[in-house]
């Protein structure tokens, strides 16, 4: 067993309504580790990770839905794409949020993501989630205009508002959990002078100027608003069965290991099985096999 792989991974965990402090946790693993046993645990996961879903795909009775949020250029897509790299397409679903429509403004605010809900027997994830409705929506309040929330303005918010906004969080992800999907939510955590790096990197290298937008900066203007508010939907979101994870993210292939190791580890807790024919079902495999060889 390597040392990484000796990481109490419980750390970055939380699964309980309380108040935290994002400094309390690491934006990096507290040793360093060699990039190839790293990626060496990527591959392994990833590839057990497949095993698992074509389980979970037969067996059908659980559903899993990973969640990511993060702030600008944490490395989501990325770990998204790696962990998930082995998975059979028609077993995962992906769904990236992007700003509201007009049509899912009409609606409640968690009306398009309850649409993409995965299906038992499916992984789904969500790159960026409800949450936004109280991470970028709390730090500029003003779009709230476009929902046309009665009786809300935006400028004179009621102080139950946020409040409101957590517990229909809370009632969502407690009905999901009871009808079978399990949930995790991963926020991977980035020190601000990561995020400045990364963004320079986009910026001088042309191959990768189409990931940058000057908007990312304006809002990099709002760190430490986000930083509280990210902090204060976790600590008021949180549940065993609707857990957080705040991931080191300074370091892409610490993220893609951690949160590797935790779908691994969260897939083989559910004891998936693969389901088991009745009599009917195994007389008719007989029948079938003779006539095939018949042939």
């Not at 699964?15 to 580790?33: A, E, S, V």
């Not at 600008?72 to 998930?84: E, N, P, Q």
Request: proline fraction near 5%; charged fraction near 25%.
């Amino acid at each position: 067993m390597n040392m990484y792989e000796r990481i109490d991974l419980d750390v970055c965990r939380v699964d309980g309504t309380r108040i935290i402090d994002l400094k309390d946790f690491p934006t990096d693993l507290p040793d360093q580790h060699a990039k190839k046993v790293l990626k060496d645990s990527v591959a392994a996961d990833s590839a057990r990770i497949a095993e698992l879903q074509e389980t979970l795909h037969a067996q059908s009775s659980h559903a899993l839905l990973l969640i990511f949020q993060a702030m600008d250029a944490a490395g989501k897509d990325s770990c998204i794409r790696h962990v998930l790299s082995g998975v059979n397409p028609q077993g995962c679903q992906v769904t990236s949020f992007k700003a509201p429509s007009a049509e899912e403004l009409g609606h409640d605010f968690l009306w398009r993501h309850a649409k993409a809900v995965p299906a038992r027997g499916m992984i789904g994830v969500h790159n960026r989630s409800h949450y936004e409705e109280v991470l970028v929506v709390k730090v500029h309040p003003a779009y709230l205009s476009a929902q046309r929330l009665p009786g809300i303005d935006p400028a004179d918010l009621p102080g139950y508002f946020w409040e409101q906004r957590y517990a229909s969080i809370r009632g969502f992800e407690a009905h999901l959990a009871g009808q079978g999907v399990t949930i995790m939510k991963f926020f991977l955590h980035m020190d601000k002078a990561a995020q400045k790096e990364r963004f320079l990197e986009r910026i001088e290298d042309p191959k990768k100027n189409w990931k940058f937008s000057p908007g990312d900066v304006t809002e990099r203007g709002f760190w430490d608003g986000y930083q509280k508010a990210y902090a204060q939907a976790i600590g008021a979101t949180a549940a065993p069965h609707a857990p957080w994870f705040i991931v080191p993210a300074d370091d892409q292939w610490e993220t893609r290991a951690i949160v590797g190791r935790l779908v691994r580890e969260q897939l083989e807790a559910l004891d998936l099985r693969t389901p088991e024919l009745d009599a009917r079902a195994t007389e008719a495999i007989a029948v079938a096999r003779m006539r095939l060889r018949k042939e």
